[in-house]
């Protein structure tokens, strides 16, 4: 049986653009779209998965 490839995914501030989490998630499926605290900003926003 083979196994699902897990790939690194990074979180991206709609605001500022930073990118400040990255994520170990399988392939396929929809994107995140997640609220996170962002640090330059001080307090949460949506965050956005977006591959490197």
């Known amino acids: 049986m083979a196994k699902k ?3 690194t995914v990074f979180l991206v501030c709609e605001e500022t653009g930073d990118y400040n989490y990255a994520v170990r998630r399988k ?3 929809e994107r ?3 609220k ?6 001080r307090r949460h926003t ?7």
Not at 36 to 41: E, F, G, N, V, W
Not at 46 to 52: F, S, Y
Request: glycine share 10%.
């Open 36 to 41: 996170k605290y962002s640090p330059r900003l």
């Open 5 to 7: 490839k897990v790939e």
């Open 46 to 52: 949506t965050h956005v998965e977006k591959k490197k």
């Open 32 to 34: 995140l779209s997640v």
């Open 27 to 29: 392939s396929g499926g």
